[in-house]
């Protein structure tokens, strides 16, 4: 996984300088690599490139995209997984509560999934 991401690192550099930060190929690059960085438990690193992800996100695609849906839970669990639970709950209420409430027929699948997700982990907020 670290030779995947020193790849992945070196793809986002030539994106980032030949298209630009707002392509949607620069964007997934952007998310695989924030997922691997994850995955290597590096959560400042994955964090950083969320926060970062999800503000072109919301700016280039809009508060409701999917992309951007996606983007918004991948830093939710990142930033739970460091246990910040207020910045936690501030990226649900600020960029996924809308999610419910939507009719989840209006949503495409992955957004109908994060949906149920984040009113669970809302429930758990409440409830703890």
Known sequence: MAGACKLQQETLA???????NERPKTLASMSN?????????????ARK???????I????????????TISAWNLYRTVK???EQS??????????????V????????QQRKTRNHAAEAIM?????
Request: net charge positive; proline share 1%; hydrophobic share 40%.
């Open 49 to 55: 490139l969320q926060e970062e992800l999800l503000t």
């Open 81 to 83: 997984d460091l246990g």
């Open 14 to 20: 030539i994106k980032r300088r030949v298209q630009g």
């Open 102 to 109: 939507r009719d989840p027929a209006t949503l495409d699948t």
């Open 87 to 100: 910045a936690a709950r501030a990226v649900l209420e600020c960029n996924l509560k809308w999610l419910l």
């Open 57 to 68: 996100c919301r700016r280039v695609l809009g508060a409701e995209h999917q992309h951007t």
């Open 33 to 45: 690599l924030a997922e691997n960085l994850r995955a290597q438990r590096d959560l400042a690193g």
């Open 124 to 128: 758990r907020s409440n409830s703890g």
